[in-house]
């Protein structure tokens, strides 16, 4: 059994796979195997997985028919025979020393390890950093952050989990958006230890036509939808943690709702009147959150004075003058 099984969901990113796939062979090790799903690409990525598993016994390449991201997760972690698993998302890439560096806490049965990532964009390259020294994090003070979504997103490929932890986990198949958010806050909750390291191990690029930075109205209410949702659902298990994660992706929809033609618009009035609700409903605590910074806080009060509409309206007007 290998220590740790890699899953990487794969569609359409031929200019970037073979990148993702070199830093992989680079960490030169027996001790980890790679599953790519190929979810039904309509470029040559599946032909590139095929390529690199020809040459490396530890690379498994399945395709599947287009069913999205959470299927091909799911598939994945059935055919995962690690005692971990790691996401690498197929147009990032990692470090040359990621698995020297986690395979030793791996190895000390840590239930999740997450470590440090810098944002690629174009040649500009930002690490992002969650503290400045490697330690234990508390399950309260990671699930509190977690919720937050200020310096702790909810993607997987900054995390490696023992793989224990996703029976009975089901990526949700139903869903455009936010599958890993659905589900991560299930796994936090099983864990017994949280190891942080401070280091930058992971390279996360930001391509403005990706699926995860391609925003419209509908995908915005689809991750308010869930985010409310696992708000919900810890605030019933009694665990105290912050709204301003899921009022974030409500100002998200009216930010998008003020942004789309009319024709749309009039299709999801009750969703924009519930997000403005919930914002109204709580601004007194959101400008008096200490983790809420100023920007946002201004962004809040815009749509709780009804103003938001033509601050966007007059920055429209702007980018065409």
């Not at 970037?16 to 190929?38: A, H, K, L, P, R």
């Not at 016994?57 to 059935?78: C, P, S, T, W």
């Not at 698993?85 to 990621?98: F, G, L, R, T, V």
């Not at 009060?301 to 702007?318: A, F």
């Amino acid at each position: 059994m290998p220590l740790l099984s890699v899953i990487i969901p794969v569609y359409n990113v031929q200019d970037y796979i073979g990148e993702c796939f070199e830093s992989i062979i680079m960490q030169n090790t027996d001790c980890m195997e790679v599953i790519c799903i190929d979810d039904g690409s309509t470029d040559d990525s599946g032909k590139i997985c095929d390529e690199y598993a020809k040459k490396n016994a530890n690379i498994i390449v399945v395709h599947q028919e287009n069913k999205g991201v959470a299927a091909a997760r799911n598939l994945g972690l059935k055919l995962a025979s690690g005692e971990y698993i790691a996401w690498i998302d197929p147009d990032d890439y990692i470090s040359e020393n990621w698995f020297e560096i986690i395979s030793v806490k791996l190895e000390n049965s840590i239930d999740i390890v997450f470590f440090d990532y810098t944002l690629v964009r174009n040649k500009k390259r930002i690490e992002k950093k969650f503290a400045s020294v490697s330690q234990y994090i508390s399950k309260d003070f990671f699930l509190e952050a977690l919720v937050l979504d200020q310096i702790l997103q909810s993607q997987l490929w900054q995390k490696v989990f023992k793989k224990e932890l996703f029976e009975d986990i089901v990526f949700p198949e139903n869903v455009i958006c936010m599958e890993d958010y659905a589900v991560l806050h299930k796994i936090v909750l099983k864990t017994e230890n949280i190891y942080y390291i401070s280091e930058s191990l992971y390279f996360y690029r930001l391509r403005e036509k990706s699926l995860v930075n391609t925003v419209d109205v509908i995908k915005s209410i689809n991750c308010y939808l869930i985010s409310k949702e696992r708000y919900q659902y810890l605030l019933n298990l009694g665990v105290s943690v912050s709204n301003l994660g899921y009022l974030m992706q409500a100002l998200g929809v009216c930010v998008q709702f003020y942004k789309t033609n009319n024709n749309i618009r009039q299709k999801h009035i009750d969703e924009l009147n519930e997000c403005k609700h919930e914002i109204n409903s709580n601004i007194k605590s959101i400008i008096f959150n200490g983790k809420c910074n100023i920007v946002l806080k201004l962004k809040f009060l815009l749509c709780y004075l009804g103003l938001l509409n033509v601050v966007i309206i007059m920055y429209k007007s702007l980018k065409k003058a």
